[in-house]
């Protein structure tokens, strides 16, 4: 069958929600929601509307644990969901993989998570094409995320893409045990270098493997590795993507007093003259908040300074 493709797609995504990890983070995680549930409606149905549109339709699996902070953006995330128009065709199944999976315990995915996401996989189904092929093609995906996204997710999702394997490998019409039990093998060691880049990318180590005692020492010396990185040297990167992104980089302080100062629209502008603008608030602002007409010409005074400053750093980026 050197000429059958078969493939099937599936996502994996953080929390769509505006959310930190602030401070030193040893142990359990701590997590803090940047806007409440209302301000966070526009950017989830943009998410989730993008994820439609190129991917079909979408199935949420959530494994984020019922403890501590993780709690916290479990109950966000589930009300933000419930509350919104997807809620009538976008399931969510809840898995707390460290209760149900802890210590590499793997039974409960294939009694607990299996019969729940088997209907949604095979409803979906995969693609497939090829010269001598009954041509298939999936119409949905599922949608994957823990806190990071990467070792429970990287377990989970190498579980269902097992379990989907032995469906490729029919409709391609390779079905022999020997040459299936060969795609396994080759199956498993892939998803375990695919596991590993990926922490490696975001965490600097690889991914946990929680299986025997020398799996959790390997385990210990890895989390110990991943919280220096995180709490010492991720910041540095952040700032880097900060300045790749917008071309320069503000303050959590800076941001916060534009968005109390500043219409929404103002908020677009460039971080070096939103900064400007609310070192320069003085000049503009009169504090006596007493009534509509003194609010409304705040924000148009603000507005025009705006204008103003705009063109100011146009010509002086003109004149260098």
């Not at 409440?36 to 409606?41: R, S, V």
């Not at 969510?92 to 009694?111: R, S, V, W």
Request: charged share 25%; glycine share 8%; net charge positive.
């Amino acid at each position: 069958m050197d000429d059958g493709v078969s493939s099937f797609v599936q996502i994996r995504g953080s929390v769509p929600l505006f959310w930190e990890q602030p401070g030193l983070q040893v142990g359990s995680h701590h997590l803090r929601l940047h806007r409440g549930l209302e301000a966070n409606a526009p950017a989830f149905d943009r998410h989730m509307v993008l994820l439609k549109e190129q991917y079909g339709q979408q199935v949420v699996v959530n494994l984020l644990g019922s403890r501590g902070g993780e709690e916290v953006l479990n109950r966000a995330f589930k009300k933000l969901l419930w509350a919104s128009c997807h809620a009538g065709d976008t399931p969510m199944i809840n898995f707390d993989f460290h209760q149900f999976a802890k210590g590499g315990k793997l039974e409960k995915l294939e009694t607990l998570l299996r019969p729940q996401l088997k209907l949604h996989w095979e409803d979906f189904d995969v693609f497939t094409k090829g010269e001598n092929v009954s041509p298939r093609f999936q119409k949905g995906t599922l949608r994957m995320n823990c806190l990071d996204c990467l070792d429970r997710t990287n377990t989970v999702q190498s579980f269902i893409a097992l379990e989907v394997l032995h469906l490729q490998l029919e409709t391609l019409g390779l079905s022999s045990k020997p040459i299936v039990d060969r795609f396994v093998e080759s199956f498993k060691a892939m998803w375990s270098l695919n596991g590993h880049s990926l922490s490696k990318v975001f965490t600097g180590s690889r991914s946990l493997e929680g299986k025997a005692k020398v799996g959790k020492l390997k385990d210990g010396a890895r989390s110990m590795s991943r919280t220096i990185q995180s709490n010492f040297f991720d910041g540095v990167k952040q700032e880097a993507i900060k300045l790749l992104l917008v071309g320069d980089v503000y303050g959590e302080e800076v941001a916060d007093k534009g968005g109390m100062l500043l219409d929404s629209t103002a908020l677009l502008v460039t971080p070096r003259i939103l900064k400007a603008m609310t070192e320069r608030q003085s000049e503009f602002t009169n504090f006596k908040f007493h009534s509509f007409s003194c609010h409304f010409s705040c924000r148009l005074f603000f507005a025009l300074a705006l204008k103003l400053l705009s063109l100011a750093y146009c010509f002086k980026d003109m004149s260098l």
